[in-house]
């Protein structure tokens, strides 16, 4: 899984225009959860969409809190932590906290 790393508003930005061409899925991670921690390692290891597929991005949501809650008012999702959020065009197409963020629901939704 091929990380992109989101660490400013600049580079959400970014990410939100990527989604005009393909599907974008960011993760929000909290570095002081220990669920957040199991969600992150169950989706590195069952990840199996390509980059041209579906673009990964992660936020440390502790290190960058100005940057989640971007996040949640562009894209009208209350912030929770773990949090996946799927995208493409600027719309929602999937989210999920916790233990419901799975790889069958991005399947479904894209």
């Given at each position: 899984?091929?990380?992109?790393?989101?660490?400013?508003?600049?580079?959400?930005?970014?990410?939100?225009?990527?989604?005009?061409?393909?599907?974008?899925?960011?993760?929000?991670?909290?570095?002081?959860?220990?669920?957040?921690?199991?969600?992150?390692?169950?989706?590195?290891?069952?990840?199996?969409?390509?980059?041209?597929?579906?673009?990964?991005?992660?936020?440390?949501l502790i290190q960058h809190r100005d940057v989640s809650d971007a996040i949640a008012s562009k894209t009208?999702?209350?912030?929770?932590?773990?949090?996946?959020?799927?995208?493409?065009?600027?719309?929602?197409?999937?989210?999920?906290?916790?233990?419901?963020?799975?790889?069958q629901g991005i399947e479904r939704s894209i």
């Amino acid at each position: 899984m091929n990380w992109t790393i989101l660490t400013s508003i600049a580079e959400l930005e970014s990410a939100l225009a990527k989604s005009d061409d393909m599907p974008i899925a960011i993760f929000k991670h909290s570095t002081r959860c220990s669920v957040s921690f199991m969600a992150r390692k169950q989706l590195e290891m069952t990840w199996d969409f390509s980059d041209e597929r579906v673009k990964p991005y992660f936020l440390d949501l502790i290190q960058h809190r100005d940057v989640s809650d971007a996040i949640a008012s562009k894209t009208g999702v209350e912030h929770q932590s773990p949090q996946l959020i799927l995208l493409s065009n600027n719309k929602v197409l999937y989210h999920a906290s916790h233990g419901s963020i799975s790889l069958q629901g991005i399947e479904r939704s894209i």
